[in-house]
């Protein structure tokens, strides 16, 4: 079992910044592939950002890409996801997510650990 904390959402002007971080117990993250999702109100949940387990295979949407990192560190068994350039589309609950590596990092699907999620709003 892995258990999953987000932390880090607020809410923030359009063009600022937040850092989300993923806190892991249980499991060490060595093994695990890691994905950031989101779910704005009335829309269906979305991969935002996955990486292998070393960090050497990420993915992100086409709408975050050079906006948004994803970053790992493996021994503290954190995730992280910096946010820049917020724009108010990024408002959402965000929640990290782990499954077990050998999967496609741009594929959405076999995630069986959640967080409980964290609120970013991003005003206009």
């Known amino acids: 079992q892995v258990q999953l904390v987000e932390s880090g959402g607020g809410l923030v002007q359009a063009g600022g910044s937040l850092r989300l971080s993923c806190a892991a117990s249980?499991?060490?993250?060595?093994?695990?592939?890691m994905g950031w999702f989101r779910q704005a109100p009335g829309k269906k949940r979305e991969l935002v950002t996955a990486s292998n387990p070393t960090g050497s295979s990420t993915f992100y949407i086409d709408s975050v890409k050079g906006r948004f990192s994803i970053s790992r560190d493996n021994a503290k068994n954190t995730v992280n996801l910096q946010m820049n350039s917020l724009k108010p589309e990024d408002t959402a609950v965000y929640y990290c997510?782990?499954?077990?590596?050998?999967?496609?990092?741009?594929?959405?699907?076999?995630?069986?650990?959640w967080g409980q999620g964290t609120q970013v709003t991003v005003s206009a």
């Open positions: 249980g499991r060490t993250l060595s093994n695990y592939d």
């Open positions: 997510a782990a499954r077990g590596a050998g999967v496609r990092v741009d594929y959405s699907s076999g995630y069986p650990y």
